[in-house]
């Protein structure tokens, strides 16, 4: 519940802003969301890395990472 009040209370927020604001609220918020998104590849990225060197997963080709997902 408060989650959705603070949520409610940012869109209110937002709402008292001029439209010039308002867009670059949004612009603000979409590269942060982009930067979390990078980070997030990147930390799956190392983490696949780790398991590789350590043995924990090896090289395959596409088509067998397709076939293992589909199975």
Do not use: C, Y
């Not at 940012?10 to 982009?34: C, F, G, S, T, Y």
């Amino acid at each position: 519940m408060v989650q959705h009040t603070a949520f409610a209370d940012a869109l209110d927020a937002a709402e008292h802003l001029d439209p010039d604001a308002q867009a670059e609220l949004i612009a603000v918020l979409n590269r942060r969301l982009a930067e979390r998104g990078r980070e997030r590849i990147a930390a799956t990225v190392e983490q696949a890395r780790l398991e590789f060197a350590s043995g924990q997963s090896k090289p395959m080709a596409a088509s067998e990472i397709v076939r293992e997902a589909l199975s």
